[in-house]
């Protein structure tokens, strides 16, 4: 986060700030490409981790889809090689 935004979150943690000021403040960060582009320049090794992550879930997805397609895929197959062909 950038340096005035973990300021919010100080003040969140004191009781000087609501609940959202600090998500608010967090997002802000992230909508500054400027901030984003040193964050990751300075963290190089932990965008590994979060593409890793990002790439964990969509594994998950696409595993969770799968499964019924393939089931899918076999009734309809099922049911095409029983077809009376007329």
Do not use: I
């Amino acid at each position: 986060m950038r340096l005035e935004d973990t300021e919010v979150l100080a003040r969140y943690l004191l009781g000087r700030a609501t609940r959202d000021e600090p998500n608010e403040a967090f997002e802000a960060s992230l909508r500054d490409p400027r901030w984003m582009m040193r964050w990751f320049a300075d963290h190089h090794a932990f965008p590994g981790d979060v593409a890793a992550w990002l790439r964990g879930s969509a594994q998950e997805l696409k595993d969770a889809a799968t499964k019924p397609l393939e089931a899918v895929k076999l009734v309809c197959g099922y049911y095409e090689s029983t077809r009376v062909r007329t």
